[in-house]
């Protein structure tokens, strides 16, 4: 017998009430001094994705959106499978993706809006996580992108992405990072206050004296709020995908996530992907993990300008992670070799429509068990239960 998955319903006006409750409290900002000095945790993949998802449900929902979204009825699963035969009895070209399904999927409430709000009190936490992983001083010094680069690595990490399947290496000079980063990050105060607060912090580590002059003009926060309302509040299905050429820190991303449930970023730079994927975890769900039935939500390192295939830095691992070939499922089963769990980089973006047919024709399925030891997975939601 199949388990049920239920997702509970909170009322949006208890976490508006919740939200102002909280936002009045008085919040303490941790520091070196606050830490337990020898303090250790066995950090498994994927152990902060419960914690996400339960704050999340409190203050604004997302992610129970997602999960809701995620799962395909099997009336609408079975009619899916029957689009070509019916499309022939009737005469016509079959859907891709047949009105149906998304009817029956969807839910019925629209996309949980985020109100942007920034907050000084969330950003020196964001800051004295960073200042953290040194033993002394500050961050913001001629390495600071090694040391965001790690903290991006060591979250991503937390939050399960196949990706990062193993704790990054500490910075020379900052044994124990990963445990004062424990004590210290606090997400909580992040989503209690959503903004883009690595656009705000880049800024300071790119000038000329920085490790990197990479030249980051983010966009404002304010200014990708108010282009989203004018392009597309009442004006744009759910379904429709967008496309950012050079997303940065995922600003204009984030934003339009209040609209729309799919959209492509792309950008020259490794790091600010590894940015935006992050903040897209806090923020926008379906574009951190790609609702798999629609597809077209990815992530993508290349130039725009060049006539050049961009790599993939997110759909593919989760594709890879979710599902495998038939033809090759069998031949495992067949095989006494040992599996390796090391994941293989694909260097093409992945054609998630190729894939998502190759699903319904039942050239694909999911697999029986992921790599991860402890993650929420697309058919696993006990993690939010």
Same mark, same amino acid.
């Given at each position: 017998m199949k388990k049920l998955i239920e997702i509970p319903t909170i009322d949006p006006k208890a976490r508006i009430e919740l939200r102002q409750k909280l936002r009045k409290d008085s919040y303490q900002v941790k520091t070196r001094k606050d830490l337990i000095p020898q303090f250790n945790r066995n950090l498994v993949h994927g152990w902060m994705m419960p914690i996400l998802g339960q704050v999340d449900r409190c203050l604004w929902g997302r992610w129970d959106y997602w999960g809701r979204c995620q799962l395909i009825p099997a009336h609408a699963w079975n009619r899916w499978k029957m689009e070509p035969m019916l499309a022939l009895l009737e005469g016509r070209k079959p859907e891709p993706l047949p009105e149906f399904v998304i009817q029956e999927t969807l839910p019925k409430e629209p996309i949980p809006q985020i109100d942007w709000e920034y907050s000084s009190v969330a950003e020196n936490m964001l800051n004295n996580t960073l200042n953290c992983i040194l033993k002394h001083g500050e961050w913001r010094t001629w390495s600071a992108w090694e040391y965001l680069e790690y903290?991006?690595?060591?979250v991503l990490f937390g939050f399960g992405h196949p990706a990062y399947k193993t704790l990054p290496k500490e910075p020379a000079g900052?044994?124990?990072a990963s445990m004062r980063l424990y004590q210290v990050f606090d997400l909580s105060a992040? &989503? #209690?206050?959503?903004?883009?607060?690595?656009?705000k912090i880049l800024p300071d580590i790119c000038g000329k004296k920085a490790q990197r002059n990479a030249g980051f003009y983010p966009t404002p926060l304010v200014v990708g709020s108010f282009m989203s309302q004018v392009i597309s509040a009442g004006k744009t299905d759910r379904t429709s995908s967008f496309n950012e050429p050079a997303c940065g820190t995922g600003t204009l991303m984030l934003t339009q996530s209040n609209y729309c449930l799919c959209g492509i970023g792309q950008d020259i730079d490794p790091i600010l992907l590894k940015c935006a994927l992050f903040q897209f975890f806090l923020y926008a769900p379906w574009l951190a993990i790609p609702i798999w039935w629609l597809g077209q939500t990815d992530l993508?390192?290349?130039?725009? &300008? #060049?006539?050049?295939?961009p790599k993939s830095m997110n759909a593919v691992y989760w594709y890879e992670e979710w599902f495998e070939n038939v033809e090759n499922a069998e031949q495992e089963?067949?095989?006494?070799?040992?599996?390796?769990e090391s994941v293989e980089i694909v260097e093409q973006p992945i054609q998630t429509e190729t894939v998502i047919q190759e699903i319904v024709q039942g050239k694909r399925k999911p697999k029986k068990n992921t790599t991860s030891a402890k993650q929420m997975t697309l058919f696993n939601l006990d993690d939010f239960t």
């Open positions: 903290f991006l690595d060591w900052c044994e124990g992040l &989503l #209690l206050y959503p903004e883009d607060y690595l656009g993508w390192l290349g130039n725009t &300008l #060049l006539a050049e295939k089963e067949n095989s006494e070799q040992v599996k390796s």
